[in-house]
């Protein structure tokens, strides 16, 4: 079973949730903490791919990137609150019936503790911390959750931080809680 401990060892500091050539075949593309096509073109332009097949990309990052031309929801939160907005996309997605509970169940550990975690974080509450609206958190989640195989893109915006930890860890439940590791595209 993963565990998020050794998921986020994988990740490192700066990844995704599936191999690069993969990303062309998402149904979801999240980019959290990445100017991709500033500082990972290649893979910006598998993003560019996907989304012409038809794939749906969110994008969160505190500057105005150039892929938020393309994505389907941009949002810019408020520095250091990374991780209060990936729990509010997990509330959303829980509160909704949105998770993969087979793969919740056969793949990880201690679902029931990050439910509970992630009760306090409805959409109103996230907004108060991201100054993200709780309509475009309730956008997110959904889009990300119903447009399988989702992959997750992160880099040094996210983990060259104080909380930088956390974030991955955040980023690595919000992938399991949909059954999205593991899982080609």
């Known amino acids: 079973s993963s ?5 986020a060892a994988a990740f490192g500091s700066g990844a995704m949730t599936n191999s690069i050539a993969e990303i062309e075949d998402s149904g979801c593309i999240m980019v959290i903490g990445s100017n991709t096509t500033a500082c990972h073109p290649l893979i910006a332009s ?3 791919k996907a989304k012409e097949k038809g794939a749906k990309l969110l994008v969160a990052d505190p500057r105005q990137i150039q892929l938020s031309r393309y994505a389907d929801c941009s949002v810019h939160q408020r520095l250091g609150t990374d991780v ?3 729990n ?3 509330h959303v997605i829980i509160k909704k019936k949105y998770h993969a509970t087979d793969y919740i169940e056969q793949r990880t550990e201690c679902y029931e503790e990050l439910e509970k975690m992630v009760q306090k974080y409805d959409p109103k509450t996230v907004e108060a911390i991201t100054s993200i609206p709780a309509i475009d958190i309730e956008r997110m989640a959904e889009l990300y959750a119903l447009n399988r195989p989702s992959t ?3 880099a040094m915006g996210i983990t060259q931080h104080t909380t930088g930890v ?3 860890k955040s980023c690595c439940n919000l992938a399991m809680l949909t059954g999205n590791v593991g899982v080609y595209g």
Do not use: E
């Open 3 to 7: 565990t998020v401990a050794g998921l």
């Open 46 to 48: 598998r993003i560019i």
């Open 84 to 86: 209060a907005l990936l």
């Open 88 to 90: 509010g996309m997990m």
């Open 152 to 154: 997750l893109l992160y």
């Open 166 to 168: 956390d974030n991955v």
